[in-house]
């Protein structure tokens, strides 16, 4: 059984960062693409970011290009996600999430993808 466990969230002040952590754990699957998504409470679960495994392929929403970045630790299967600049507009719950393939193509939509985290709580402070 796989498992997906997000850390690093917390409470900042617009301007300040964070750094989550996805560990992936349990039986082993083909881990072509790791993204992030994030849900604000009464929103929809958008895209954040996403990175292909092998050869190290990024993608990111507009909202956070310049800001956050996506990388990946093969050999500890961890993903982490360093977001800079923060904004409150920002706050959510992120959470990690694979996409197994069979194909290692980037996709944006949370449907796409196979197993997720429980989700690790962001919150920006004006």
């Known amino acids: 059984q796989v498992q997906l466990v997000e850390s690093g969230g917390g409470l900042v002040q617009a301007g300040g960062s964070l750094r989550l952590s996805c560990v992936v754990s349990g039986r082993t699957f083909s881990r072509h693409v790791m993204g992030w998504f994030r849900q604000a409470p009464g929103k929809e679960r958008e895209f954040v970011a996403a990175i292909r495994w092998s050869g190290g392929l990024t993608n990111y929403a507009d909202s956070v290009k310049g800001r956050f970045t996506i990388s990946r630790d093969n050999a500890k299967n961890t993903v982490h996600l360093q977001m800079n600049s923060l904004k409150p507009e920002d706050t959510a719950v992120y959470s990690c999430?694979?996409?197994?393939?069979?194909?290692?193509?980037?996709?944006?939509?949370?449907?796409?993808?196979?197993?997720w985290g429980q989700g690790t709580q962001v919150t920006v402070s004006s």
């Open positions: 999430a694979a996409d197994k393939g069979p194909f290692g193509n980037i996709r944006t939509s949370s449907a796409a993808y196979d197993y």
